[in-house]
């Protein structure tokens, strides 16, 4: 069965500051890794997945088999960041397995 | 808007009703998804449906739920006998054999 882990419920960081959130998976098989983004009162949008190898508003994050990690990082935080964060995994069948949530605040 | 939608946003009954969401999903889409989300934690997977097909359910989906998509096109889902544990978001979703666009959600309350 596949898992998502974010070991982070919440994150504070100040504007400017580097930020990453992290994720584990656990998975037998090469699972299609996801970032998804809900910013206050919005509905759940895809921010980036592995296989694009994107930058998306600033935020990278790279597939690590060998940690079984897909951590999302970006290099100078903005407040407009501030938003929930679920990272989530897609196996060979079409269900995305999400983790818990990690609800990042950028402050001023 | 040309998203997802769903319907109702917010929905209040006595446990023990019975109560049906209706999901639209993106009009050339063929897959919708419906999800689970409760308090501090991500969206759980119910079902999907390819076209009009059901192809998938959770183990989470008990006997009280059903969810159809009769016409390839909206989906419902019900849930009978609610139960005070039934109380969450159900967000529905829709891909095109790709990425997946979310509804904004249900919120169900059983009192």
């Known amino acids: 069965a596949q898992r998502v882990t974010q070991p982070e419920k919440l994150l504070s960081v100040f504007k400017g500051a580097p930020v990453e959130l992290k994720c584990n998976y656990s998975?037998?098989?090469?699972?299609?890794l996801f970032w998804y983004v809900q910013y206050s009162r919005q509905r759940l949008q895809l921010l980036l997945r592995?296989?694009s190898r994107e930058s998306i508003k600033g935020f990278t994050a790279d597939l690590n088999k060998g940690e079984t990690s897909f951590h999302l990082k970006k290099p100078f935080a903005q407040e407009e960041d501030s938003a929930m964060y679920y990272c989530?995994?897609?196996?060979?069948?079409?269900?995305?397995?999400f983790g818990k949530g990690t609800l990042l605040t950028v402050n001023p | 808007d040309t998203g997802v939608s769903q319907d109702p946003r917010h929905k209040i009954t006595k446990r023990g009703q019975n109560v049906t969401f209706r999901c639209d999903p993106i009009?050339?889409?063929?897959?919708l998804y419906w999800y689970r989300q409760t308090l501090g934690q991500g969206p759980e997977f119910l079902t999907y449906f390819q076209n009009e097909a059901q192809l998938e359910k959770s183990r989470l989906l008990s006997d009280r739920f059903s969810a159809e998509r009769p016409k390839g096109s909206f989906s419902t889902l019900e849930i009978q006998r609610t139960e005070q544990g039934d109380s969450a978001m159900y967000l529905c979703?829709?891909?095109?054999?790709?990425?997946?666009?979310f509804g904004s959600g249900t919120r169900l309350t059983v009192v």
């Open positions: 998975y037998s098989g090469s699972p299609e």
């Open positions: 009009s050339e889409h063929n897959r």
């Open positions: 979703a829709s891909s095109l054999d790709g990425d997946r666009y």
């Open positions: 592995h296989i």
């Open positions: 989530a995994s897609r196996g060979s069948n079409y269900k995305l397995t």
